[in-house]
């Protein structure tokens, strides 16, 4: 898959005022069960996007598929869709899991989805993207990966239930990789937290602490990048808002104590242990 393609597809999944969206994420919104109180809260109605953009647990709007023929068995290929549109205006109309996503596919959605309840998101790439199935920070279990890219969110928000300097991006993950107490989700992280490896902050902070910063034999989260707003400068990087230079001592700092640090109950490092049916390529997500 040729990652430019993906990020020029990512380009053109993020309409939240098209027809029909609003009445499918409202209706997601019904979906996650989240009381009025808890509507009001962009963390809670974050964590509850997340799962249901995947069709574990609640069937959600997508189907994650990465072992795929060449027809996808008579679906839509991940690599096919041209836009959140006909995905949440199908989810809508039959109620069905939409066949097929990856990564790309999932982070789209939720961009689309999350920008029409309010909250600003946006598609992040990841290169050299670690999965680090056992939590221990490294990719050293038989079971650990590392995707030569990953795309998930970032969401802008105040963060009331962290200490004091955690408010601004965060990132989510829709892709269904591991249950997040119980349930496949992912996020909201803090990216400040992240950053300085404040890994037993809510919510699965040390899993895409890693996901940036696992030690391996080659560089993790080699290179973070979203769409620019400039006119011209089609990606910017963001990898200062993900870590410390390599070799930095405020790198070194992060990574020491974040590896001090226990595994937080509310980690997807605490499911680690459970089995799931999807294989991830080691090639992309």
């Not at 993906?6 to 029909?20: A, H, N, V």
């Not at 023929?69 to 290929?77: I, L, R, V």
């Not at 937290?193 to 404040?198: F, P």
């Amino acid at each position: 898959m040729n990652t430019l393609r993906i990020d020029q597809m990512l380009l053109s999944i993020t309409k939240q005022f098209e027809e029909g969206i609003l009445d499918c994420c409202l209706y997601l919104l019904d979906k996650s069960k989240l009381v009025a109180k808890e509507r009001r809260d962009p963390v809670k109605i974050t964590r509850a996007m997340s799962a249901l953009v995947n069709k574990e647990d609640d069937e959600g709007v997508l189907e994650g598929k990465w072992k795929l023929k060449k027809s996808c068995d008579g679906h839509t290929c991940p690599h096919s869709w041209k836009g959140s549109v006909p995905i949440l205006n199908e989810y809508y109309k039959t109620k069905k899991p939409v066949k097929y996503a990856q990564c790309w596919v999932f982070s789209g959605v939720l961009t689309t989805i999350l920008r029409c309840l309010g909250i600003p998101t946006r598609s992040v790439t990841t290169y050299d993207a670690g999965v680090d199935k056992d939590g221990n920070l490294k990719i050293d279990h038989p079971d650990d990966t590392v995707w030569n890219f990953h795309v998930w969110n970032d969401v802008w928000m105040k963060r009331p239930d962290l200490p004091d300097g955690h408010d601004g991006w965060q990132a989510v993950d829709g892709t269904n990789q591991k249950p997040s107490l119980g349930i496949y989700r992912c996020g909201p992280a803090s990216l400040k937290a992240i950053k300085k490896g404040e890994i037993d902050l809510d919510y699965d902070t040390r899993f895409l602490f890693a996901a940036v910063n696992a030690e391996y034999t080659v560089k993790i989260g080699t290179r973070i990048i979203t769409r620019s707003l400039c006119e011209g400068k089609p990606f910017e990087n963001i990898m200062d808002d993900y870590k410390f230079p390599e070799g930095s001592i405020e790198r070194t700092k992060a990574l020491e104590l974040a590896k001090s640090l226990p595994i937080p109950k509310n980690d997807l490092a605490q499911t680690y242990g459970m089995s799931h049916e999807v294989i991830f390529h080691v090639l992309f997500c």
